[in-house]
């Protein structure tokens, strides 16, 4: 069993940066994609950003391109969203997970089927 927590949510202004980390625990991730997804006041759970086991491939939605940088360290089974120049509309509960499934561009529709997730960390972003 794989457990998920994510860390670094808060109150933060518009312009301001903030970095979230999961923390992986219970089985090592190595070969496991992971990636963050993000659920605003009202609104279905989204795709944000992924990043294979190695790290040397990162898919983003156009929303955050530019802004949010994810990043692993599996040494530390890790997962970081650095997250830059953040609005109002980046508030959210942001939510970690992991799957095998390298297919980035298919994760935002697989929304609700990662295999493992956390528990989410609110992030409210002023104006």
């Known amino acids: 069993q794989v457990q998920l927590v994510e860390f670094g949510g808060g109150l933060v202004q518009t312009g301001a940066s903030l970095r979230l980390s999961c923390a992986a625990s219970?089985?090592?991730?190595?070969?496991?994609?992971m990636g963050w997804f993000r659920q605003a006041p009202g609104k279905e759970r989204r795709f944000v950003a992924a990043?294979?086991?190695?790290?040397?491939?990162?898919y983003y939605v156009d929303s955050v391109k530019g802004r949010f940088t994810i990043s692993r360290d599996n040494a530390k089974y890790t997962v970081y969203l650095q997250m830059n120049s953040v609005t109002p509309e980046d508030t959210a509960v942001y939510y970690c997970?992991?799957?095998?499934?390298?297919?980035?561009?298919?994760?935002?529709?697989?929304?609700?089927?990662?295999?493992?997730w956390g528990k989410g960390t609110l992030v409210t972003v002023s104006s």
């Open positions: 219970g089985r090592a991730l190595s070969s496991y994609a």
């Open positions: 990043i294979a086991w190695s790290g040397s491939r990162t």
């Open positions: 997970a992991a799957d095998p499934d390298p297919r980035f561009s298919l994760w935002d529709s697989r929304s609700d089927g990662m295999q493992y």
